[in-house]
């Protein structure tokens, strides 16, 4: 069974020499008696709160740690091979938390779903039919509160979560920008994804003036993907009442000590709904999620963007590569085809 190996804690950017591949010669089973089914895992999925999960973390959080010397755990698609679970048998395709390797055991059953769709790419499912895209749904939905005509920011817009965002945004009938860290992530936003513009933020010395430039009305809701100095210059070009729906902050992942945020306080004067929140507290509307999007893949409505690296060899890399910006949509590993 191959294997990719979370060394130990990591500070700061993490490498791919933090993972190591290894096979063991240990061949898998269901125990005698076990509830748990036996899967082959096919797709993984990459996504940015790995980071968060390779430091440490004591006391109660929404992530536990890494163990270290053990395979890493995250989300992925899988055949299952063997089931102890009157809910499951072999030959079901599911997605849920798996771990990286070629088989797994897998004993925690909830958050695991049967995949029922197969007339769609079956990586999606680490993607815009998965978490990613329960995430970009809900946050833009549930959290947001859109109304038809609103300016809406998305940082990180071609990725995994933020393509789909804006894809929502258009379909309300919103008026949407995007920023990306490449020339090719950029044309994607305005050519692929429909956004009305689009800008490169490593190409803008002020967030500021380009924010003014794009949206010289202000921005009623911001779609949070980075923190830092974006985050900063959006409070100050949003309008009163606006809503910011805080996803994640990615430029933070890696540093030690977050960066101070200046302009905190013009919530306040300007009323602004600043939200968090969690994937997992919307998973009971992923049926819903389903019944829309769908339809929206199979009339080509929504497009969705992947970025597949071949083998658990390329594992590392690609998880690494979050961090720098180096996948272009939604980083998936494939392991198997079937
Ligand atoms: P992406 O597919 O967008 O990949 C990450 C991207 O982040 C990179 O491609 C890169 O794009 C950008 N990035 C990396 N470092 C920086 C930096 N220092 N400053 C600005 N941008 C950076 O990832 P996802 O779509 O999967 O995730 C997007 C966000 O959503 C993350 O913050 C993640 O933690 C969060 N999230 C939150 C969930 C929740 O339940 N709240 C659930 C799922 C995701 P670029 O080239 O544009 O720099």
Redesign the pocket.
Known sequence: NKQVIFRDYVSGFPKESDMEVTTTTVKLKLPEGSNGILVKNLYLS????MR?RMKRIEGPNVFSSFAPASPLSGLGVAKVVDSGHPEFKAGDLIWGTTRWEEYSLITEMEGLFKIQHTDVPLSYYTGILG??GL??FA?FHEVCSPKKGEYVFI?????????LVGQFAKLMGCYVVG????KE?VDLLKNKFGFDEAFN??EESDLNAALKRYFPEGIDIYF?????K?LDAVILNMRAHGRIA?????????LEQPEGVQNLMLLVYKRIRME??????YYNIYPKFLDVVLPYIREGKIVYVEDIAEGLESGPAALV???????????VVAIARD
């Open positions: 990459c996504d940015p709160y968060i978490m990613p995430t970009a946050g940082s990180a817009a071609a990725g995994a979560v933020g393509q920023s990306a860290g490449s992530k933020y490593k949070e993907n980075v923190g830092g974006t805080v996803c994640g902050m990615i430029s933070q992942y890696n968090g929140f969690v994937v997992f507290d590569g979050l961090y720098s910006g180096r996948n272009v949509g939604k980083q």
